[in-house]
């Protein structure tokens, strides 16, 4: 995995007790025997080449990858300054604000890790999401790193300041102050600086109530499914008082589908409104995963819940855990095929995935009608919706596909003249999806990011922006991957921020930046590879800023180990540079020793140290 290259060597400066014999001036640079200094010569820096300046390091977000930086980062970089600004009260990011009915993974728990973290007690096969919420909360808890994360503060603005060459964010924070039986929250905004800013906030984070007329005028129980808030309770608590209710719920999306199918079973009448179709696939190599568990086969979406007896064995038995983590990564990175159009797994996924849905609807075949697409497999994110297809045969289910004309006092009417009454509606429709960023970043020359992503963002690798130096983003741009796996990506997306924060501090660099070629030329590579995708096809997704048609402003341009690879070593030439006060380039040499040299402590053999050491392997008659 990532991170291969770097050590942690000591920062300390010297102190004041070392000899002088150990801290020589720098002499003189003479021209061979004439003893006058050479025109073409520079004053040397007085400093040991890896006796690092400071360096300090915004993060914007506490999720997946902003945890990952808070590991990261002072692993890897010596001195450094690092903040994480979290504008929840917890860490998680979406697995701690998403709590609405059904909230799940839809990706194996197991492959939902860290490539170096090895939770084995997962209860299900895809985590609900306050397993995998608690689980960031132990990393983070592991890797102490809550000294460097501030909760309840939010980045309200960031502006690059050219002359010295730092970041100046404007932080907005909330802290709460309990008086008595109630609590009040008192916002107060402060600036901070950095050298390094690290945007670590998903690209799908922000919610509205849908533009539907009256929808103000209804007095049931009212909820967008992203600002549901349980209130200190788990929604399965919150839904016993809804077992007489008459629930709605809009939208036929990944989060639609698991609150219907946790709902159905526990509410008197439950009516679903679809306006668009989607693709369910079976959980994901049911077969197989059967067969790694030493399951008899039966109908997966029954057995998604992991026995005692299978919990004990992944906790217990190394080889077990590892080779099912394994085998299921090596699966699923093996899926990248049927994204290609006309491909021969694009296609028999199709017919599958048809023939299994239309089985399953076989009561219901008008939803089926209606349900099933006619563009391909996985041009709207794919997913499972393990429990979706039963609960719209249930007998207290209606599927309505006719449009909503407005929200009533007691109910939704449709434009077909038809009536529901309902006590309580679920809104799962979706985010901002315009790539509109709810603050200000302004980059050189007063440039605002949000206006220079109209009227679609451009970047290059999803990593940077030019104009916009020392700022590095994860989850950015054309990030995110149709098929194969998330977080082996982050990884490699937060280690290439790191490696380009230990450039800029291993050679005392004043930024660098992005050159606009290389953003023009992954442009070019994105507008060439998506045409022979299934992305590009007809149908309405955020991967295309929510339109039916255009550019493809979520997706990576390929797959996910493709991704990986891109990553892995960075292309430094694809960067401008600055240096402080125009020094020379070779001014990070400082004066031609180590550390451990000049202050006569630590290793000065350890090259021999076995994390260093490259041992060829023998040739194999």
């Known amino acids: 995995m990532p991170g291969g290259g770097f050590s942690r060597l000591s920062t300390a400066k010297a102190p004041p007790n070392v000899p002088e014999a150990v801290q020589p001036p720098s002499p003189n640079i003479l021209d ?48 450094v300054e690092l903040t994480i600004y979290e504008r929840s009260a917890g860490v998680g990011g979406t697995w701690f604000n998403n709590r609405y009915p059904g909230v799940a993974c839809d990706v194996p728990a197991h492959c939902y890790q860290f490539s170096f973290e090895d939770k084995r007690d997962w209860s299900s096969f895809y985590a609900p999401g306050h397993e995998i919420q608690q689980h960031l909360q132990d990393v983070v808890d592991k890797y102490k790193l809550m000294r460097y994360i501030k909760l309840n503060h939010e ?42 800013l690290v945007t670590a906030f998903g690209a799908i984070t922000r919610w509205k109530m849908p533009d539907i007329e009256g929808i103000e005028t209804f007095k049931g129980e009212l ?65 197989l995963v059967s067969n790694l568990l030493g399951r008899s086969s039966g109908d997966p979406d029954d057995n998604l819940v992991f026995t005692p007896e299978e919990i004990k064995r992944f906790k217990t038995d190394e080889e077990f855990f590892w080779r099912f983590r394994h085998v299921l990564e090596n699966e ?57 297809l039963e609960a719209l045969c249930a007998e207290n289910t209606e599927f309505i596909t006719s449009p909503i004309k407005r929200f009533t006092e007691n109910g939704i009417e449709t434009e077909d003249g038809k009536h529901q009454e309902l006590d309580l509606v679920f809104c799962a429709t979706g985010y901002d999806t315009s790539w509109q960023l709810p603050f200000k970043i302004i980059g050189r020359k007063g440039v605002d990011l949000n206006e220079k992503w109209k009227p679609y963002p451009t970047s290059y690798l999803s990593m940077c922006v030019d104009e916009f130096p020392n700022m590095f983003m ?3 741009p054309n990030s995110i991957i149709g098929a194969g796996l998330l977080l082996p990506i982050l990884e490699f997306t937060v280690m290439y921020a790191v ?79 600055e240096r402080e006060d125009d020094q020379h380039p070779l001014y990070w040499l400082g004066d031609g020793q180590t550390w451990n040299e000049k202050s006569l402590t630590g290793d000065r053999a350890w090259y021999l140290a076995e994390e260093f050491i490259d041992r060829p392997p023998l040739p194999v008659d």
């Open 474 to 476: 994860c989850l950015g």
């Open 155 to 196: 980045v309200v603005h960031a502006a690059y300041d050219e002359p010295t060459g730092k970041w100046h964010i404007r932080v907005r924070s909330t802290q709460q102050r309990q008086q008595e039986t109630s609590s009040t929250a008192q916002e107060e905004e402060f600036e901070v600086t950095a050298d390094v």
């Open 332 to 388: 699923m990175n093996s899926m990248h095929s049927y994204t290609q159009r006309g491909s021969k797994l694009q296609l028999e996924l199709e017919e599958h995935f048809r023939k299994t849905m239309a089985a399953k609807l076989e009561k219901r075949p008008d939803i089926a009608e209606r349900l099933i697409p006619g563009f391909p497999v996985s041009c709207r994110r794919l997913t499972p919706g393990p429990g979706y």
């Open 499 to 577: 490696q380009a924060a230990a450039k800029i501090q291993r050679e005392r660099l004043k930024s660098m930046e992005v050159k606009p070629e290389a953003v023009k030329a992954f442009d070019e590579y994105i507008e060439s590879y998506f045409p022979r995708s299934v992305f590009s096809a007809k149908c309405r997704s955020w991967y295309k800023l929510g339109k039916e048609d255009g550019r493809i402003v979520g997706l990576w341009p390929g797959s996910s180990l493709h991704a990986m690879r891109t990553l892995r070593y960075p292309r430094w030439e694809d960067y401008t540079y």
């Open 223 to 287: 909820h967008h499914t992203a600002g549901f808030d349980p209130e200190e309770r788990t929604w399965m608590e919150t839904a016993e008082k809804w077992k007489d209710k008459r629930v709605g719920v809009i939208g036929v999306g990944s989060t639609a589908i698991q609150t219907v199918s946790a709902l159905q079973p526990r509410v008197a009448k439950l009516v679903n409104y679809v306006r668009g179709q989607t693709w369910l696939s079976l959980p994901f190599a049911s077969d």
């Open 32 to 79: 061979g025997s004439a003893g006058v200094p050479r025109a073409d010569t520079f004053k040397l820096g007085e400093f040991a080449i890896d006796e690092y300046r400071p360096i300090k390091v915004v993060v914007i977000g506490a999720g997946f990858s902003g945890i990952l930086a808070g590991i990261r980062f002072p692993q890897k970089i010596p001195n």
